[in-house]
């Protein structure tokens, strides 16, 4: 690939600095090219909450307590990153899906909740086809704030495979 033809080499409109060696270049559009990347992605993609209505679409309550819940996650194609496993991002949607819900178990209806902190350790990875048992737990809840605990188990072997803590600030609904 010729530096004149770079701006050419991806699709659409992109702007590549002289300074990257024609390896590196090559290498990065190729990786962008096997992920499937393209310039503009399916409508149907960019409708609103379509990644919340992909991981609903995965995920089961289990069971519903006071401050827990514990939910299956079937890891799917749809959610599975280049290397089949279960994507970082799909995990941390989880998390956040399934904090939220297990963090209303003890907010009250009147108060919305702000997530002000979401952290994840990635310590190793759901399989293509495998399940996937979350639990979740309130660590504390407050006036005006809510923690709550997630881990992800291997359902097969409870193998501790993704673990992550939500902080969310109480807030109560404005009214208008």
Known sequence: MKVSDRASAAEGEVTISRKIPESHLSKTLSFFRRQGHRADPPAV??????YSHLIR????????DRGRLTCLLSVEPA?????G???GGAVAATMDLVSIACARTVVAEDKELFLGELSMSYLSVAPAKAEVVVDASVVRSGR??????????????????????ATFYNMPIAKF
């Open 45 to 50: 993609f960019q409708e609103k909450d379509f």
């Open 57 to 64: 679409g995965i995920l089961q309550v289990k069971r519903v």
């Open 79 to 83: 959610v599975a990153n280049y290397f």
């Open 85 to 87: 496993g279960l994507h």
């Open 144 to 165: 005006n704030v809510t923690v709550i605990a997630v881990e992800f188990k291997m359902k097969e072997t409870s193998k501790l495979i993704y673990t992550g803590r």
